[in-house]
């Protein structure tokens, strides 16, 4: 029993030391990076000047993905068009560039939900179906959230993404509620969300984002 009363308080004593010395790892912003390198330098700005104008023409005239938006918010009761995840794609769009801000909180409903092919097919089916990818738009979502707040200091499309956190908190933090997610998107994008909501945007902690899977 000594033997192992030593060992335990030897571990203590070593663990914090161990912890003392410990450095807090944070990660960089995109914004507060230059890369001037000869190999990505000349394919970052490609995509500058070229690639993030053809996401434009994809997402807003070619494919209805923006339309879809201005459905929810024109409320006349039209029909989707595209894919199911279609919303996701848009998400994707922003984390490179900061576009259609308005419509897409224009298309959010008052409880914080915020997806275009159950809001326009008939919201009595929302979160009744794992494949159809709501969770996986709504962390395309948080992450686009971030990268643009990252970007400009504007909140706006992070309290989108709280609202809509904030949402899905109080659906499935009831019993009986399971869901299973079919993309590992959504947690990735809670950890990254968490972190901005609770401490980036002010330094201190936002009481009125609950946030799910905290």
């Known amino acids: 029993m000594k033997t192992l009363s030593k060992i335990f308080i030897l571990g203590l004593i070593y663990s914090q030391i161990y912890a003392q010395n410990l450095q807090k790892i944070e990660p960089v912003k995109f914004s507060d990076v230059t890369i001037t390198d000869s190999f990505w330098k000349p394919k970052m700005d490609k995509v500058a000047t070229a690639t993030l104008q053809a996401c434009i023409v994809q997402t807003e005239i070619k494919t209805p ?65 794992m494949e159809k990818h709501e969770d996986y738009c709504a962390g395309h979502l948080f992450e686009a959230a971030v990268a643009y707040y990252n970007t400009t200091g504007k909140r706006k499309l992070l309290d989108v993404a709280i609202r809509f956190a904030n949402h899905i908190d109080e659906t499935f933090r009831l019993a009986n509620r399971p869901w299973v997610s079919g993309h590992q998107e959504i947690e990735l994008a809670l950890v990254r969300a968490l972190a901005k909501v609770s401490f980036g945007t002010s330094g201190k902690t936002q009481p009125t984002a609950k946030m799910p899977c905290q």
């Open 65 to 129: 993905r923006i339309r879809n938006f201005e459905k929810v918010a024109r409320k006349q009761g039209e029909k989707h068009e595209g894919i199911y995840y279609d919303d996701s794609d848009v998400y994707k769009a922003i984390e490179a560039m900061a576009y259609s801000i308005d419509k897409i909180a224009a298309a959010q409903l008052p409880d914080g939900y915020l997806n275009t092919y159950y809001t326009l097919n008939g919201l009595q089916n929302r979160w009744t179906d």
